[in-house]
């Protein structure tokens, strides 16, 4: 894999509007992003990594993916519709402020609606941006210097776990070494398993995945 | 390339697009969406331009059939609809679309049926002259790269 030096900055963009998403897009684009689009906050958390697929569907024939196989993708900006069914852009906001893998992340809330208790709640979570629609090719200069911010700092993150990881002796989540660890050891790994949030998970995924490729969604289009 | 051609077709374009500005059918949105299609997305506009459409008429027939019988509007499918449309018409600088879509809103906010209908019928009216408007300059615009030209640069301020 080695670590592949982006120089575009990649922004998930989460509208529930096809239109919304396409402007969006195109704005993104036109300012030298590579974008991903997808239609809903699930899908969004989704994408990151947050949640499993049949967590986010509710559809009983679609096949799950299991945890192990998530890939965490380089986002360096979010940005999201606040009106939106089910998960509002606010509720995404929060969950991914709540996330220790992912609060680093700019998150930025569009809305059609100047309700300015609405867009100081937003700020208050966390939000760096509001942006009122329709959102301009100006706006989005705005958001180069937040985007710098976490690129920089993630950087700098990878380069430190990376040293960690090489340093520790033991691999506990290799799933063929477990069986050999005494019990109590073996109950302590399985609790590492589902918290995503654990850095020592990013980095051995950063370690032995050469290749980062992503799993396929519905209804996600990815364009540079 | 017959320059002649050219410049009539360019100069045709040019006031036609002023004119549209100038009624009112078009705000300032637009000129924002034009920035967004380069040499890499020639068709940009107008593919959004049609998706608009389509949602026009979409959203339109999905209201007429809320607000069919007078006993039971579903005034919440309503609004939805409206504030869709207000979006969409906002974001390509479809005015009259959009103002359409205000007085709408108001409508349904205080459950105004027949306030309901006529800006449905408005906005039925609006979108489709819009579309016929639009369908004419991009005409042009193609007449233009046929005679080998570039699309003029259009400011409105």
């Known amino acids: 894999m080695g670590r592949e030096t982006e120089s575009q900055f990649h922004v998930l963009a989460v509208d529930d509007s096809l239109f919304d998403r396409k402007m969006i897009e195109r704005l993104l684009q036109k300012s030298s992003c590579q974008v991903t689009t997808v239609d809903s906050g699930s899908k969004a958390l989704e994408f990151l990594g947050l949640r499993t697929a049949d967590e986010s569907s509710h559809d009983p024939n679609a096949t799950s993916t299991s945890p192990e196989t998530h890939q965490e993708v380089e986002i360096n900006l979010i940005i999201t519709d606040y009106c939106m069914p089910g998960m509002t ?65 993630k950087e700098n993150e990878k380069l430190t776990k990376e040293e960690n990881e090489v340093s520790k002796p033991e691999i506990k989540e290799d799933s063929t070494v477990i069986e050999i660890l005494p ?18 998970r990013k980095a051995i995924e950063e370690v032995i995945s050469t290749d980062r490729s992503r799993p396929k969604y519905n209804d996600i289009t990815t364009s540079v | 390339m017959n320059t002649t051609i050219v410049a009539q077709l360019q100069r045709q374009f040019q006031d036609y ?43 339109i027939n999905n209201m007429s059939k809320s ?18 449309l207000k979006g969409s018409s906002s974001s390509v600088g479809a005015r009259m679309v959009k103002n359409v879509c205000i007085s709408f809103k108001e409508c349904c906010d205080v459950q105004n049926r027949e306030g309901c209908l006529r800006c449905l019928q408005q ?3 609006e979108y489709k002259m819009l579309k016929t408007k639009l369908q004419d300059l991009f005409k042009l615009e193609q007449q233009i790269l046929q005679a080998g030209g570039t699309i003029p640069q259009v400011d409105i301020n």
Not at chain 2, 23 to 45: A, I, M
């Open chain 1, 183 to 200: 019990l109590h050891q073996e109950l302590e790994s399985e609790q590492h398993e589902p918290m995503l949030s654990s850095n020592k």
């Open chain 2, 123 to 125: 906005v039925d009216y």
């Open chain 1, 89 to 153: 852009g606010y509720d995404l906001l929060k969950k991914v402020k709540e996330s220790a893998a992912f609060k680093s992340i700019p998150v930025v809330i569009m809305s059609s609606e100047n309700v300015p208790s609405r867009i100081s709640r937003c700020l208050e979570e966390g939000a760096e941006e509001f942006f009122l629609k329709p959102v301009k090719l100006a706006d989005l200069t705005k958001l180069k210097p937040h985007m710098m911010k976490t690129k920089l700092k």
């Open chain 2, 17 to 59: 697009i002023i004119s549209l500005y100038q009624q009112g059918f078009l705000d300032n949105q637009f000129s924002e969406l034009r920035k967004l299609q380069d040499e890499g997305t020639p068709d940009f506009v107008s593919e959004v331009v049609s998706l608009f459409f389509d949602d026009c008429a979409k959203l």
């Open chain 2, 67 to 84: 607000l069919e019988r007078p006993e039971n509007v579903d005034f919440k499918q309503v609004d939805s609809g409206v504030h869709q």
